[in-house]
Nanobody, 125 residues
């Protein structure tokens, strides 16, 4: 039900925007998150937004560089990535869940019910 796109090779310092399209009808009722997984590492939290975009959370490593947003009218979740670094290289996944609270749950990938297949982001020097 979730399909990511927008991943590509980008130079350090550059920008790109990931998209996550929902094929279901429940997108507007779901909290959404972005996670990433680099080779040999565990899946980690990147960003979260609640159902209406009024609440957002970011991992410290991306705060001030990445922006999560959503358009419920067309059921798309975005991750705008600015000033990317080589350490941002990973497969990026979007995920959804009905509601999540508190913040400790919002950053926990095991709390999410729906996942996309991922999109590869590679940042070169």
């Amino acid at each position: 039900q979730l399909v990511e796109s927008g991943g590509r090779l980008v130079q350090a310092g550059g920008s790109l925007r990931l998209s996550c399209r929902s094929s279901g009808s429940l997108f507007s009722n779901h909290d959404m998150g972005w996670f990433r997984q680099a080779p040999g590492k565990e899946r980690e939290f990147v960003a979260y937004t609640n159902w209406n975009g009024g609440i957002t959370l970011y991992a410290d490593s991306v705060k001030g560089r990445f922006t999560i947003s959503r358009d419920n009218a067309i059921e798309i979740l975005y991750l705008t990535m600015d000033r990317v670094k080589p350490e941002d290289t990973a497969i990026y996944y979007c995920a959804g869940v009905r509601r999540l609270y508190p913040d400790s749950d919002r950053v926990d990938p095991t709390k999410y019910d729906y996942w996309g297949q991922g999109t590869q982001v590679t940042v070169s020097l």
